[in-house]
């Protein structure tokens, strides 16, 4: 399942070390190295699914998680009331670095629309 040249594989297994700021069966969350935003996290899956293209049925329960661990982040990061943005950066095109599927939570400055 794991991936041995997957830089998240490795995070999760903690063969390479990250700021991690919570930790559940099945997601780790940490501080991105190369922040955008006061606040961006990343909540990663422990499994390696490369992007969420690749998700499926059987991973509604795991997206959910993922999505209500960055709400409750947002929530102890004091980013409810003032908004956040949520993102999944989905294939190259879309500006995916890391093939293993996270969930970037940023928040503590406004945000622009559309993206660029
Ligand atoms: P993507 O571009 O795939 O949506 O997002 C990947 C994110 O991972 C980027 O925001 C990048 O700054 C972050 N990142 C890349 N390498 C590392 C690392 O070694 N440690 C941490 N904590 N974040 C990383
Ligand atoms: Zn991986």
Not at 97 to 104: A, E, P, R
Request: glycine share 8%; hydrophobic share 40%; aromatic share 4%.
């Amino acid at each position: 399942m794991a991936d041995a040249d997957c830089l998240f594989c490795r995070i999760t297994s903690r063969q390479v070390k990250a700021d991690i700021v919570a930790e559940t069966g099945e997601l780790l969350a940490i501080k991105d190295s190369n922040p955008q935003a006061p606040t961006h996290l990343l909540v990663i899956p422990k499994e390696h699914i490369p992007t969420l293209a690749d998700a499926t049925d059987g991973h509604t329960v795991l997206l959910g998680s993922a999505l209500q661990l960055a709400n409750q982040l947002a929530r102890q990061h004091q980013l409810s009331q003032g908004g956040y943005r949520v993102v999944v950066n989905t294939g190259a095109e879309a500006g995916q670095s890391v093939f293993h599927l996270h969930v970037h939570l940023l928040g503590g400055r406004p945000f622009r629309w559309p993206p660029g």
